[in-house]
């Protein structure tokens, strides 16, 4: 795990555009996530929702991440209205340094920010899938699976 203190997340610009969609994964984990292209245009098309971050060690670029805040959940007019992380794109290279657990503590830091008591995500179930991850930071199944996804959530106290 990285200790360093210049971990930080950015705020997507024009900046530092090029270094977040240079972002790829594990080719064996494609399955699992969206490129950043993908998660930067869902992110034009849902701005009040959309919180799109780049995670930077230092001067590099070592990941992406989008969380979801507030969203409609069943699409039914607001009947379960829901906040967590959309997307965690971890750099091939930069995979097991800490990155992801940064992004992940990051994203329920600003949830209890806002005022938010459950963290939720999903995932798609498989072998080089992050279901391990999400269980071994507290995520728990509820049960749910959203377009062939697995949820799951975590209590914010």
Do not use: C
């Not at 992406?64 to 379960?80: H, K």
């Amino acid at each position: 795990m990285t200790t360093t203190t210049a971990l930080r997340l950015e705020e997507i610009t024009p900046k530092n555009l090029k270094a977040a969609l240079g972002i790829r994964v594990r080719p064996d984990q494609e399955f699992a996530v969206a490129p950043v292209v993908n998660s930067l245009a869902e992110a034009y098309v849902h701005p009040d929702s959309a919180w799109p971050r780049l995670i930077v060690d230092g001067d590099r670029a070592v990941g992406f991440l989008m969380a979801f805040l507030d969203i409609d959940w069943r699409e039914d007019g607001g009947s379960v209205i829901r906040s967590g992380l959309w997307r965690l794109n971890i750099a091939e290279e930069e995979q097991g340094k800490g990155y992801g657990r940064f992004a992940v503590e990051s994203v329920a830091e600003e949830l209890r920010r806002r005022g938010t008591k459950e963290f939720y995500v999903t995932w798609e179930p498989g072998d080089n899938g992050p279901e391990g991850f999400y269980l071994g930071l507290g995520f728990h199944k509820n049960g749910e699976v959203v377009e062939g996804e697995t949820v799951g959530v975590l209590e914010l106290d």
